[in-house]
Structures are given as C-alpha cells and as structure tokens.
C-alpha cells in the first residue's frame, strides 16, 4: 500500500512540474477560420499547481483565459463577448506549442503556434 502512495505522489508532482514548465512569453502566429492570418504575444503565468491563466495580445486586441497542461497538450479557453472561444495545442520537443481553436457555435477553426521566446 505505502508503494502505490509513493507512487501515486510522486505522479502528482511530476503533473504539478509539467504544468509549470510552459510558464513565459510566446510569439503567436495564427489562422483564422477565414484563412487571414494574424501575429502577437502570449504569455502563460500560474495560478495554480495544475491552472495557468494566459494572455493574447493580437491585433491589437487583448484577451485573457485560463489554461492548463495535461502531458504533451495544452489547452485554453477565453471569453469572447457572448461567446466562449476554446484551444487545443500539442507541446512539441522544442517547447513550441501547435494547436487549432474555434469559437463556441461556430463551424470554423483556426489554427495557432505559440513559440517560446
């Protein structure tokens, strides 16, 4: 029983470390449904052990959301007016982040790179 705990704890550090690894800065590059494209910055910051809250600055717009990382995916969602916008990126071996998003009622998605800086 005490191996099982062991174990166990030691899973939820290593969750708790992997979150903290993707705090920082980011250049943004995306897609919108629409296929322009748009450029900017994102920053990830804490909030918890397992919760981060990340910040757009695009187009000279600035949205915040909350997020979180479960192993190699990261995932986000921000209010948008009404609406509630959701992403999904996988975390690449150089520490880049490549994912898709849409926008909720929406039939299109967009597409994002977050590149650390």
């Not at 190699?72 to 916008?85: H, K, Q, V």
Request: glycine residues 12%.
């Amino acid at each position: 029983m005490r191996k099982i705990a062991v174990i166990a704890a030691s899973l939820l550090f290593a969750g708790s470390a992997m979150a903290q690894d993707i705090v920082g800065v980011y250049t943004v590059q995306g897609t919108n449904p629409d296929g322009t494209t748009y450029a900017g910055l994102a920053e990830i910051v804490p909030l918890s052990d397992v919760t981060c809250e990340v910040t757009w600055s695009t187009g000279g717009q600035e949205t915040t959301g909350i997020c979180m990382r479960y192993h190699n995916a990261f995932a986000a969602a921000y209010p948008l007016n009404e609406d509630i916008g959701l992403l999904i990126y996988e975390i690449l071996a150089d520490g880049s982040m490549q994912g898709t998003w849409t926008i909720a009622g929406s039939d299109g998605v967009g597409t994002e790179l977050l590149i650390p800086q």
